[in-house]
């Protein structure tokens, strides 16, 4: 029998408020093998976990129930605590009642009986407990960072400034990301490659970092510290090595039809491209699906033209297997798609446009060479509506629930830049909320209004209509003046949602990164731990997370690298001791529970057995503790009853369910 | 619970929407075809049902200038759906008895050979309990 000591914690009146802690205290001192009992208004504080101490020594406590938050919250506190006074830190359980019990329940007497039945179940565990030591394993000193946007870029940049190894993968010919399509950014109004690409330019120069563009993650294993991936490297069909970057292979390519990503479909490329003049690598990739040669065997023109010998048809797809320490996901987004929108005449007219190619339609580079004008006819606009929220806060099976945070600023930022450079035009914002928090953000959007006269009107579009002359009728609300407005506009803007890029789920799934319904990728705690993911070793950067704009991006990266360095500076990592335990006695090596680890962590080996004076060869389990997360599904799934799960076993779970059923 | 919280909850329960889902983003009203002909509009009729003001409602030219288009209901983001709370307060009205728009012996003076007939006989349906 163990020496319990059971701590009951107030939680200052999270706790307490509901549950009446006293009572908890006098019943369960009265519990068989508790040889301690007692309350306290701060269990996690210093002065909490000296009780522990104190009681633990003189006491003689062989094992310690804390009755307090979840055990995500404190649960490494009090074994920390328990290993300072001298015991097992596996001999602590905690009994959750404050989100399992006072936060849930409103009657003090209901709840004060539950923290009663969870106290009970934690010390029918503790008895059963046993002291279990954790294994170390090695630490990879190389990260790898999956996207090379903003976020990706300054996660590397930060990590390899460290001193430490970076790859990063990015899935189109070229790094730059979203950030490269911007053409100024809010709220300072910095053209937004001359800030970019020299970080582009210092990630590639840089020589820490490894950059695999055109790139996508194939296979993640192993675990945290020690993660094997499989990279591959699509089929360039260009010498990464020979290529000058001159481009005459674009210019020759007699394929230019396709829609060009980079400037969201509004103009065409060549088969054989970069994405923009800045790319990095200034090599360019033959898009197969668009290349005559590849579609017909004829043409070869750029092979041609090339000086530097530098295309091979003949290329395939590489795979680069390497080893990680740490993964950051800094995988981005893009913006939904509007087809279940018809009422924004969208897929109708070709004046009505997304921010995004509105921000294409701006820049020099773009399709209009900078000049704003509709893109049907050429025609300089005299009035461009802009609509706000569209597909953003939305519930109604078409958008996004949540307000996709960066549409506000950057509407601003469009109706001051097309007012500053074409004062004829006219500009109107139609917007249910301005939300503009930020350091400077509001004092930017005013002066839209005051400076810039932008004519913003607090309702919602309802329909736009192309008219036979090439107008757009705009009919909208404008609630403070409760009518209905109809204009015409020769262009219309819309702030559409942004979602998680599409890849992101193939990528989390890999990674066993969990996400939630809008494809966000879920941090570990939303407030303590927002750059982590649940799975240890996998770091969050940028909008994979959730929307956010340029300098939060940037933040985060930065925070993300560190807990990376954090990581990959140890030298070695203590592994979780409750994994899995096979009894070979039991095992009839059925192979069941290999097949439903999903951690490939059980193998199998023939042992010599002497049953009962017959020697004989079995075959048995065997749980490589390194690789093995603890998730228990081989306990679930062993017909014979010999697989284990050190710190949850069958015999202490039963014991805590006869706990609460007593 | 008073009367008129009563009918506020009746209307809720006839439509299935929650009105507090409303964000107050005018895209009813901005979409409405019949706006110009009503006295309270399809956005304002979220907050009659939210402050139980529904005798206004009930007595509004509104409840019987919707034309039951469905655009609102189409096209709102936060699925509260105003022309669903238009249709519950006419419905409400039609189930009171005497209170009916439109009774039997009126329809011969509705009578026009313009008006397809089907047209009445939806009406009657629609505004008749």
């Known amino acids: ?662 | 619970m008073s009367h008129g919280a009563n009918k506020a909850e009746k209307i809720k329960e006839i439509s299935g929407v929650n009105p507090l889902r409303c964000m107050k983003c005018g895209k009813c009203s901005a979409t409405c075809p019949a706006f110009d002909e009503m006295d309270i509009k399809p956005h304002q009729f979220v907050s009659y049902v939210i402050n139980d003001d529904i005798e206004a409602l009930t007595s509004s030219k509104s409840l019987w200038k919707c034309l039951s288009c469905f655009a609102c209901i189409e096209r709102c983001p936060r699925d509260v759906k105003p022309g669903k709370l238009i249709d519950a307060a006419r419905q409400l009205v039609v189930r009171e008895k005497g209170a009916d728009y439109l009774k039997a012996d009126e329809i011969p003076e509705l009578l026009d050979e313009e008006l397809p007939q089907q047209l009445l006989v939806s009406a009657f349906r629609r505004y008749r309990r």
């Open chain 1, 1 to 662: 029998m163990q020496r319990i000591g059971v701590f009951v914690c107030h939680c200052g009146s999270n706790i307490a408020a509901t549950v009446d802690v006293k009572k908890v205290v006098e019943i369960i001192s009265k519990e068989p093998g508790v040889a301690h009992c007692e309350d306290y208004q701060y269990m996690c504080s210093e002065a909490g976990q000296a009780k522990i101490l104190e009681a633990v020594k003189e006491k003689n406590l062989s094992g310690i129930v804390v009755c307090s938050c979840s055990p995500r919250m404190h649960e490494g506190t009090f074994r920390k605590a328990a290993e300072r006074a001298g015991l097992n830190p596996y001999m602590v359980e905690i009994a959750n009642i404050r989100e399992h019990c006072s936060w849930i329940h409103k009657d003090m007497e209901e709840a004060t009986e539950k923290a009663v039945i969870l106290a009970r179940a934690a010390i029918a565990k503790v008895n059963l407990n046993a002291p279990l030591f954790p294994g170390e394993s090695r630490v990879t000193k190389r990260a790898l960072v999956i996207g090379g946007g903003i976020a990706g870029i300054q996660t590397a940049l930060d990590i390899a400034d460290a001193g430490y190894e970076v790859d990063i993968v990015e899935k189109t010919p070229s790094i730059g990301g979203r950030m490269s399509q911007l053409d100024k950014t809010f709220p300072t109004l910095d053209c937004s490659a001359c800030i970019l690409t020299p970080k582009m330019v210092e990630a590639a120069a840089h020589e820490k970092i490894t950059i695999y563009t055109y790139s996508e993650v194939d296979k993640v294993s192993g675990f945290v510290g020690d993660f094997t991936v499989d990279i591959r490297k699509k089929a360039r069909s260009v010498d990464m090595d020979k290529c000058t970057g001159c481009g005459l292979c674009q210019e020759k390519c007699p394929s230019k039809k396709t829609p060009s990503e980079f400037n969201r479909g509004l103009n065409t490329r060549s088969a054989i491209y970069t994405p923009f003049a800045q790319a990095i690598p200034n090599v360019p990739v033959i898009d197969r699906d668009a290349c005559i040669k590849f579609k017909t065997g004829k043409c070869g023109l750029c092979e041609k033209v090339c000086q530097a010998g530098a295309i091979n048809y003949d290329q395939t797809d590489e795979i680069v297997t390497e080893k990680y320490g740490a993964i950051v996901v800094a995988t981005g987004f893009d913006t939904i798609k509007l087809d279940n929108y018809d009422e924004y005449a969208y897929n109708q007219s070709p004046d009505v446009i997304t921010s995004l190619e509105l921000e294409r339609v701006m820049n020099a580079a773009g399709p209009t060479k900078g000049h704003l004008e509709r893109l049907s006819d050429g025609k300089h606009p005299e009035h461009i509506v802009f609509v706000q929220c569209v597909g953003s806060r939305c519930n109604d099976n078409r958008g996004k629930s949540y307000c996709s945070k960066i549409c506000c600023m950057y509407t601003a930022k469009h109706a001051m830049l097309i007012r500053d450079k074409y004062p004829d035009v006219k500009v109107t914002v139609f917007y249910i909320d301005v939300r503009t928090p930020g350091k400077n953000f509001d004092e930017f959007y005013r002066r839209a209004v005051e400076e810039y006269g932008v004519n913003y009107i607090k309702g919602q579009v309802g329909k736009v209509a192309p008219q036979p002359d090439g107008k757009l009728l705009v009919q909208a609300s404008d609630l403070l003046d409760n009518k209905q407005i109809k204009m015409e506009a020769d262009m219309v803007v819309l702030a559409t949602a942004i979602e998680p890029s599409s890849s992101v789920r193939k990528i989390a799934t890999m990674l066993t990164a969990s996400i939630d319904t809008n494809n966000f990728l879920t941090e570990s705690h939303a407030k303590l731990r927002p750059v982590e993911s649940p799975t240890a070793g996998i770091f969050l950067s940028g909008v994979c997370q959730g929307p956010k704009d340029i300098p939060e991006t940037v933040a985060q990266a930065g925070a993300a690298a560190v807990k990376a360095i954090g990581l990959l500076a140890k030298d070695k990592l203590l592994t979780n001791p409750c994994t899995a335990k096979s009894d070979e006695l039991l095992c009839n090596g059925c192979s069941v529970c290999a097949n439903v680890c999903p951690y490939g962590a059980i193998s199998y080996e023939v042992i010599q057995v002497n049953d009962h004076g017959i020697r004989e060869e079995r075959r048995v389990a065997r749980v490589n503790n390194a690789l093995c997360q603890g998730c228990g599904a081989c306990t679930v799934a062993c017909p014979s009853g010999a697989m284990d799960l050190q710190g949850f076993s069958n015999r202490q779970i039963i014991a805590e369910v006869d706990a609460i059923c007593r």
